[in-house]
């Protein structure tokens, strides 16, 4: 920092005791030393004061002017210019600082004319309020888009919460509702099962009371058990015939999980819907969803097979399962009906077969028997084609040799009730695998039999694919 003393000892140096060394002596008259420094001034009132400058003994009556001190100030002025540290008009350290002239300042300005009626204060607090508010400059912007962003966020994520909600319920809604219609069955199957189970208590009870008096009777002489026998031959043609099976005593599995997903999806169609921002982007959206066109039916299937939970695979099983012997079951075959029945227009289904050693798929009349053992024939009310040690062959009377170029993964079955056909396709191929013509039925169930221990038979799904035209 620049200090005006050191200009001062660039002119004198001092000894030990203040007195100007070399040749400079304090004598009796003028001070040598000041003489030294000021050749100019002849005053014998100049004298040196001991402290390394010089002043009059006498009063300020006197003004001497010394022109060798200028240009030593003026260098002293000009390196306060370039001392940041320091005022440029005061040359004092920079203490304060202006408002209105956003400049730094030192004491004697707040006081000079360049500064009247400005504001100043302290340089410390000065720097940190400029810092602070040049940041707010600088980042501002981003400070700005930094909260809108965040605002942003909270109303995106309070939207997607809220949208979410309305499917969630919906879910839950559809949830209640199914399972609200499967208790429902329940109950009506149980109410059925009751009243079946009263019916039988009453003709048990019947029953066992002609038996005992049969054998009261049987215990009496001969002339009065002769004398009664009308009557009590009378009452064994009154014994209730032997309990039959009910159809439809089980739940209707199928009903319940065949396509679940799918038929959710189709009824959530009605909640969904499509914003313009989206129509704006593309005007045709394609959405597309996966629906298995038919189920396996449990309440149909022998017990050598093993279905799966969604109702879509079937694996022959190495031991044979305990399952209630219901009318609509299959006793012996290794067979099972799809749960849809069908009646009339044109239905395809399509099951992977790859490497299955031993199967047969088709169609079947609704009014075949399913109890005993089957001739797989269009006369019988069977349509279908099998594999078996190695040979494709359709099931006709006689069976017919298929022809194929490869060995197919999937086979397509196709009933056209509009047309009287069965057709059987290899999906990757254009020319059907067989084709049964003059099918006349009223109504029919897919059909499927496996003996493949190793390789289950699999019911695929299809893409079913939807378009949203533009609003009109």
Same mark, same amino acid.
């Given at each position: 920092m620049c200090q005006p003393t050191s200009y001062m000892s660039a002119f004198v140096s001092q000894s030990e005791d203040g007195s100007p060394k070399g040749n400079l002596k304090k004598e009796g008259g003028p001070s040598e030393a000041c003489r030294a420094l000021f050749p100019g001034i002849t005053s014998p009132n100049l004298v040196w004061n001991g402290e390394g400058s010089c002043s009059q003994a006498s009063s300020m009556e006197e003004l001497i002017v010394n022109t060798m001190l200028e240009t030593p100030y003026e260098?002293?002025?000009?390196?306060?210019?370039?001392?940041?540290?320091?005022?440029?008009?005061?040359?004092e350290p920079l203490t304060l600082f202006c408002l209105e002239d956003l400049e730094p300042s030192c004491n004697q300005c707040e006081s000079s004319?360049?500064?009247?009626?400005? !504001?100043?204060?302290?340089?410390?607090?000065?720097? !940190?309020?400029?810092?602070?508010?040049?940041?707010?400059?600088?980042?501002? !912007?981003?400070?700005q888009h930094a909260t809108e962003q965040a605002h942003q966020e909270e109303s995106a994520e309070k939207q997607i919460q809220e949208e979410f909600e309305v499917l969630h319920q919906f879910l839950r809604d559809e949830e209640a509702s199914r399972l609200s219609m499967l208790r429902e069955e329940s109950d009506e199957k149980k109410e059925m099962m009751l009243q079946r189970i009263e019916d039988l208590e009453i003709d048990i009870a019947s029953l066992t009371y002609t038996i !005992?008096?049969?054998?009261?009777?049987m215990r009496s002489l001969d002339v009065p058990f002769l004398q009664n026998y009308k009557d009590t031959i009378k009452r064994t043609w009154r014994i209730p015939p032997d309990p039959e099976l009910v159809t439809g005593s089980l739940l209707d599995v199928a009903k319940h999980l065949g396509s679940l997903k799918f038929k959710v999806w189709e009824r959530m169609k009605e909640i969904i819907q499509y914003s313009e921002h989206t129509q704006h982007i593309k005007p045709k959206v394609d959405l597309f969803t996966f629906k298995v066109p038919v189920t396996l039916d449990p309440n149909t299937s022998s017990g050598c097979f093993r279905i799966s939970e969604d109702l879509t695979t079937l694996q022959c099983c190495s031991h044979t399962l305990r399952l209630p012997e219901n009318p609509e079951r299959f006793d012996l075959g290794a067979e099972v009906l799809a749960s849809e029945e069908l009646g009339s227009g044109k239905h395809s289904w399509d099951v992977e077969v790859r490497n299955n050693s031993y199967w047969v798929i088709g169609v079947v009349s609704a009014s075949i028997n399913r109890k005993g053992k089957h001739v797989l024939t269009p006369a019988e009310g069977f349509w279908t084609i099998r594999f078996r040690n190695g040979e494709y062959k359709a099931c006709t009377a006689p069976w017919s040799p298929l022809t194929m170029s490869r060995e197919p993964l999937v086979v397509r079955v196709v009933m056209d009730f509009n047309r009287s056909r069965v057709t059987f396709y290899d999906p990757r191929e254009k020319t059907p695998l067989f084709t049964y013509r003059d099918v006349n039925i009223q109504s029919a169930f897919p059909y499927f039999c496996s003996a493949c221990k190793e390789h289950p038979l699999r019911l695929l799904s299809t893409k079913i694919s939807i378009k949203t035209e533009d609003p009109i």
């Open positions: 260098s002293f002025m000009e390196n306060c210019k370039e001392d940041t540290f320091l005022c440029r008009e005061h040359g004319v360049n500064h009247e009626g400005h !504001r100043l204060y302290s340089l410390l607090d000065a720097s !940190r309020d400029c810092k602070v508010g040049l940041w707010l400059v600088l980042f501002g !912007r981003y400070a !005992r008096v049969v054998e009261q009777e």
